[in-house]
């Protein structure tokens, strides 16, 4: 009688699929993360965050010390974020996330003029030129939290 071995199969490397926001809370977790990135301003993080708002569409927008914050949804988006997360998530998207924040916060991202000056001169605080739009090419809307 022979012992069969089971056959050793190689699986490829697959990266988990990182879970989306499901509450205020949770976006509120990765709001601090960018905010401790752009506040400590270490490197690489600061370089990080100023990247995600740099090439952002769609904000939110928190009152922090009397002063607009902005937070990409892309980043802010999936659960429990950090630099290292959002470099590893290959299925990361904008698409994905919005309506995600929306159900959430129960409205739908709008374009505001005033927002928009708010967030170049959130951007110019930070240290750099905002583009004229958003990443693709998109047009730029906002959230209030």
């Not at 990361?92 to 927002?115: H, N, R």
């Not at 750099?128 to 906002?142: E, M």
């Amino acid at each position: 009688m022979s012992i069969q071995r089971p056959k050793i199969v190689k699986v490829p490397n697959i990266k988990p699929c990182i879970r989306l926001v499901r509450t205020r809370e949770e976006l509120i977790e990765n709001m601090d993360t960018l905010d401790h990135y752009l506040e400590n301003k270490a490197e690489p993080e600061y370089e990080f965050g100023c990247q995600r708002i740099k090439r952002g569409i769609h904000f939110i927008v928190r009152e922090k010390n009397g002063k607009k914050h902005f937070y990409p949804s892309r980043f802010i988006g999936y659960a429990h974020n950090s630099k290292e997360q959002h470099e590893n998530n290959e299925r990361k998207d904008g698409k994905v996330t919005t309506p995600c924040i929306t159900k959430i916060l129960k409205q739908t991202p709008y374009l505001s003029p005033e927002l928009e000056l708010a967030y170049q001169e959130f951007c110019m605080e930070l240290g750099f030129t905002p583009n004229p739009k958003g990443a693709y090419g998109g047009t730029r809307k906002y959230w209030k939290f």
